[in-house]
């Protein structure tokens, strides 16, 4: 689970989900996995990822409730990184991209979106496909799930 893109429709259960991750303040220091509202998004999902890891902590008691109201869905469907950004994502993350290639990388496309068939292509650096899974190569399974983790 990643809280960096997310979508909530406004409704009391919503307003009381915000509310729970807000009053996680034992998640505030410690040793934990994760950074910041991450450790409260994992804590009340009750991730298999947070259970494994063994944080000490009770079992959140209304975790079943959490899962039902939520829906977790491809990294794609929000926040396509660049490796897999495909022409029609709904949006695209320069995540861990620096310096003069994101800045001309950001121009780029922000100069095309008034004409979407002029996306630029995307680069492809020598030997690049080949150090990714097969499903993930172009050409790879449906792009919803198999072009991203």
Do not use: M
């Amino acid at each position: 689970i990643n809280s960096g893109v997310w979508l909530a429709r406004n409704s009391p259960w919503t307003a009381w989900f915000l509310d729970e991750l807000w009053a996680q303040q034992q998640l505030v220091t410690g040793p934990f996995s994760f950074h910041y509202e991450q450790r409260a998004f994992h804590y009340l999902f009750q991730t298999k990822i947070w259970f494994h890891r063994g944080t000490g902590l009770l079992p959140y008691p209304h975790a079943a409730s959490v899962r039902a109201h939520a829906r977790i869905v491809n990294q794609c469907v929000f926040n396509s990184l660049f490796a897999w950004y495909v022409p029609g994502d709904f949006l695209l993350h320069f995540a861990g991209l620096k310096g003069a290639f994101k800045c001309a990388l950001f121009w780029s496309f922000y100069e095309s979106i008034s004409v979407p068939s002029k996306l630029p292509p995307l680069p492809n650096p020598a030997g690049a496909a080949d150090a990714l899974p097969e499903e993930r190569k172009p050409g790879g399974p449906s792009r919803e799930w198999g072009r991203c983790w």
